[in-house]
Structure formats: structure tokens, C-alpha cells
């Protein structure tokens, strides 16, 4: 017997951020980021990388994302979502070298799977 698991599209994991307390999304400019609806700037050393969820579109190079799971030193919880390839955020200056510099301490019992 075979079974066969769809895959998990990064729209329905972004659905299901909110509900995992990861709805607020980080926007980084040049004095540093800011999670939706706060005016607190942070500096790279002040976010963990708490998970990485890579989006690979084997049919439409549109569908290649990554999303980026963080903590803020203050208890703040939100995502960076950044397609990458073709469709990255070349736009934002700033992006590159900003995630470059956020640590990553991921959290294993986060999962991989949003079901």
C-alpha cells in the first residue's frame, strides 16, 4: 500500500502562523527592524532565528521562499518571509546583511510540520 503526504505550501503555513503566536511580521530598513505594530527598533543581537522553513517550487520558481521564524530579546515572536532566486528581496538593501548577522539558536520541538 502506498500512502502518499502533500507537501505544505508556505501560504498555509504563513495561515498558521498567527494561531502559534508568530503572526507579527518583521520589517527590516535601515535602522534596523520592526515586528508589526511596534515602534521598537532591534539590532540583529537583539533576534534568535528560532526556525528556518525552506519552500523549494518544483513547478514555479514563484513558489521558492523561505521564512524565518524569531524571538526578540523582549519576548516578541514573529516571521520574516523573503522569496529567494528569480523573485528575492533585492529591493531591501538592508535584508542581506541584517539576517546575516541575527543568531541562530533553533528550537527543535517547534517541528518541521505545520498540519
Do not use: C, W
Not at 12 to 27: A, I, S, W
Not at 64 to 83: Q, R, T, W
Request: charged residues 25%; hydrophobic residues 30%.
Amino acid at each position: 500500500m502506498s500512502t502518499s503526504k502533500s507537501m505544505t505550501t508556505y501560504s498555509q503555513v504563513l495561515n498558521l502562523l498567527p494561531e502559534r503566536g508568530y503572526g507579527k511580521e518583521l520589517t527590516i530598513k535601515r535602522a534596523g527592524a520592526s515586528f508589526d505594530g511596534s515602534e521598537t527598533i532591534l539590532q540583529p543581537g537583539q533576534l534568535k532565528i528560532v526556525k528556518v522553513y525552506r519552500f523549494e517550487g518544483e513547478s514555479d520558481p514563484g513558489d521558492m521562499a523561505v521564512i524565518y521564524l524569531l524571538h526578540g530579546d523582549s519576548g516578541e515572536k514573529g516571521f520574516i518571509l523573503n522569496a529567494y532566486g528569480t523573485y528575492s528581496d533585492e529591493d531591501n538593501q538592508y535584508y542581506d546583511e541584517f539576517i546575516k548577522r541575527v543568531p541562530i539558536e533553533e528550537i527543535e520541538e517547534m517541528g518541521s510540520n505545520f498540519e
